[in-house]
């Protein structure tokens, strides 16, 4: 019998709505879960445990009334910790936020407190968003429960870690460089960065603005799809968001893909990608061929260019959205003889060795002098490669490629080695300087037993195809099934 917290969302609610379980049960499965897995996982930072059975009991009212919220009443979902959660401590894993306890709920969180969810609690991520592998974090590494020896990915490694682990149905995470995707690949799981403005930043502590979204981590397609559409809307509180409609996720999850074409990035699917993740990417797309879609071989050179491109936006931006931690107005404040000092001693001991890299970075990027060079020729490539995007989705539906280079590698195999570690997002980060929607779907296993990822973009507010194909190759993908975790009671 499948333990309550191996379920996904959809049979969860299905099993709530069928009086098969209670949401009080759902919850103590997942918290029970965590309390075996979190001294080897270390996927939370905060689990709110009170709160959680708070909201699970009054959800079992709702639906012993028979007035359920909705889909999504009674389950229980995790939270990367850079968004704003009324009364709960909010840090972005950085010590400079260590304690902050926000006045008010980012709005993807009001949104799924309005429509009934359980929040587990807080999961851990690399500081600010800032890091491939979880290993950033000021309060410690999240760990793989795939195998404990490797990371989970990054930045939202602790929301994807959470759902593998089994102490979430599932989670939130934000995607600024591929920070949904990657980890959704290396811990086997479906992740999803919708269409830049879809889902509101209201309440998202920013990293990289014009580029940080908001995203499901998943057991399923139909989850990532059913998640997505909760959270995505028009938010007046969000200078950047969409002022129309969102595209439905769950339209058109059964229509298979016959008829569809398919284009296969050459520039992402060749030189620099693992032996294994290339044979599963080749035979998946030969299996969506093979389901009737028309696969198109594209060329789009200035994605050869996007991983430097971004490595000078994003810290461009994330120096001047850094800029408001100076030690006077919020979180951590050591004291100096001078104000100058004392903002230099705060942040000293308030940000971690890669944000402050990225840091320096940005502001070299910004300073007199040298914008023009760098900042300002990396939105000329940016430009370009929205072009050649834009180009490609006149000819093909949607576009497919490996969504990581490898599967999860060993903790510490990367943090002395900054370049290396930013080449694990080169296949991501080209639709977030697009501005497009794209997600990661499990398709296989490699010889050591890690999963790997299979990723489909699409054009802006092309959700609808993209969870259509998605779909289609998780139906037409082995089930790798879930981590064999040896756990210890904590």
Same mark, same amino acid.
């Given at each position: 019998m499948t333990e309550l917290s191996e379920l996904t969302l959809v049979e969860a609610a299905a099993a709530l709505r069928a009086g098969e379980c209670t949401s009080v049960a759902l919850t103590e499965s997942v918290l029970h879960r965590a309390s075996l897995t979190e001294a080897s996982v270390h996927a939370y930072l905060t689990i709110d445990r009170q709160g959680a059975? &708070? &909201? /699970? %009991? /009054?959800?079992d009212r709702r639906i012993a009334d028979e007035k359920p919220i909705g889909l999504l009443d009674g389950l229980p979902i995790a939270l990367k910790d850079n968004m704003m959660t009324r009364g709960i401590e909010t840090t972005a894993s950085s010590k400079m936020l260590s304690g902050y306890i926000p006045p008010y709920d980012g709005t993807v969180v009001k949104l799924l407190r %309005? /429509?009934?969810?359980?929040f587990v609690g807080k999961t851990n991520l690399d500081e600010f968003a800032m890091g491939s592998s979880t290993e950033n974090s000021a309060f410690g590494p999240t760990r793989n429960p795939w195998n404990l020896d490797t990371v989970p990915g990054g930045s939202s490694g602790g929301s994807a870690a959470a759902v593998a682990a089994g102490s979430a149905l599932a989670s939130l995470g934000s995607d600024t460089g591929g920070s949904i995707r990657q980890p959704a690949a290396l811990c086997g799981l479906v992740g999803m960065k919708p269409t830049y403005g879809l889902v509101s930043r209201y309440g998202l502590i920013a990293f990289a603005s014009s580029l940080d979204q908001i995203g499901p981590l998943t057991r399923s397609v139909q989850d990532a799809a059913v998640l997505y559409e909760a959270i995505a809307g028009h938010d007046p509180h969000d200078a950047t968001s969409f002022p129309g409609p969102a595209p439905s996720g769950t339209e058109r999850l059964g229509a298979g893909v016959e008829g569809l074409r398919v284009g296969v990035v050459n520039e992402l699917s060749g030189e620099g990608i693992d032996d294994e993740v290339l044979a599963a990417f080749r035979s998946t797309v030969d299996r969506l061929a093979n389901a009737g879609a028309e696969i198109v071989e594209l060329s789009l !050179?200035? @994605? /050869? @260019? &996007?991983?430097? &491109? *971004? *490595? =000078?936006i994003a810290p461009a931006e994330c120096s001047a959205n850094l800029a408001r931690f100076d030690g006077v107005r919020y979180g951590l404040r050591v004291e100096g003889s001078t104000v100058d000092e004392m903002m230099s001693l705060t942040r000293a001991e308030g940000f971690g060795a890669e944000v402050i890299r990225r840091i320096l970075l940005g502001t070299y990027a910004l300073s007199a002098g040298y914008y023009d060079a760098f900042y300002g020729q990396a939105q000329r490539v940016r430009t370009l490669i929205i072009q050649e995007f834009a180009a490609a989705y006149e000819q093909v539906d949607v576009l497919v490629s490996p969504t990581a280079p490898a599967p999860a590698f060993e903790l510490g195999a990367k943090t002395?080695? !900054? =370049?290396s570690m930013y080449m694990q997002d080169v296949c991501t980060i080209p639709s977030n300087l697009s501005g497009h929607p794209a997600m990661s779907v499990p398709v296989g296993l490699s010889a050591s037993g890690l999963p790997i990822g299979f990723q489909v973009m699409a054009p802006a507010l092309g959700e609808t195809v993209m969870f259509q194909v998605a779909a289609a190759i998780e139906a037409l993908s082995d089930d790798i099934g879930? !981590?064999? =975790? %040896?756990?210890?009671a904590s």
């Amino acid at each position: 019998m499948t333990e309550l917290s191996e379920l996904t969302l959809v049979e969860a609610a299905a099993a709530l709505r069928a009086g098969e379980c209670t949401s009080v049960a759902l919850t103590e499965s997942v918290l029970h879960r965590a309390s075996l897995t979190e001294a080897s996982v270390h996927a939370y930072l905060t689990i709110d445990r009170q709160g959680a059975m &708070a &909201a /699970a %009991e /009054a959800s079992d009212r709702r639906i012993a009334d028979e007035k359920p919220i909705g889909l999504l009443d009674g389950l229980p979902i995790a939270l990367k910790d850079n968004m704003m959660t009324r009364g709960i401590e909010t840090t972005a894993s950085s010590k400079m936020l260590s304690g902050y306890i926000p006045p008010y709920d980012g709005t993807v969180v009001k949104l799924l407190r %309005e /429509a009934g969810a359980v929040f587990v609690g807080k999961t851990n991520l690399d500081e600010f968003a800032m890091g491939s592998s979880t290993e950033n974090s000021a309060f410690g590494p999240t760990r793989n429960p795939w195998n404990l020896d490797t990371v989970p990915g990054g930045s939202s490694g602790g929301s994807a870690a959470a759902v593998a682990a089994g102490s979430a149905l599932a989670s939130l995470g934000s995607d600024t460089g591929g920070s949904i995707r990657q980890p959704a690949a290396l811990c086997g799981l479906v992740g999803m960065k919708p269409t830049y403005g879809l889902v509101s930043r209201y309440g998202l502590i920013a990293f990289a603005s014009s580029l940080d979204q908001i995203g499901p981590l998943t057991r399923s397609v139909q989850d990532a799809a059913v998640l997505y559409e909760a959270i995505a809307g028009h938010d007046p509180h969000d200078a950047t968001s969409f002022p129309g409609p969102a595209p439905s996720g769950t339209e058109r999850l059964g229509a298979g893909v016959e008829g569809l074409r398919v284009g296969v990035v050459n520039e992402l699917s060749g030189e620099g990608i693992d032996d294994e993740v290339l044979a599963a990417f080749r035979s998946t797309v030969d299996r969506l061929a093979n389901a009737g879609a028309e696969i198109v071989e594209l060329s789009l !050179p200035s @994605t /050869a @260019t &996007a991983l430097s &491109a *971004y *490595y =000078l936006i994003a810290p461009a931006e994330c120096s001047a959205n850094l800029a408001r931690f100076d030690g006077v107005r919020y979180g951590l404040r050591v004291e100096g003889s001078t104000v100058d000092e004392m903002m230099s001693l705060t942040r000293a001991e308030g940000f971690g060795a890669e944000v402050i890299r990225r840091i320096l970075l940005g502001t070299y990027a910004l300073s007199a002098g040298y914008y023009d060079a760098f900042y300002g020729q990396a939105q000329r490539v940016r430009t370009l490669i929205i072009q050649e995007f834009a180009a490609a989705y006149e000819q093909v539906d949607v576009l497919v490629s490996p969504t990581a280079p490898a599967p999860a590698f060993e903790l510490g195999a990367k943090t002395q080695d !900054p =370049l290396s570690m930013y080449m694990q997002d080169v296949c991501t980060i080209p639709s977030n300087l697009s501005g497009h929607p794209a997600m990661s779907v499990p398709v296989g296993l490699s010889a050591s037993g890690l999963p790997i990822g299979f990723q489909v973009m699409a054009p802006a507010l092309g959700e609808t195809v993209m969870f259509q194909v998605a779909a289609a190759i998780e139906a037409l993908s082995d089930d790798i099934g879930r !981590p064999v =975790l %040896e756990v210890v009671a904590s």
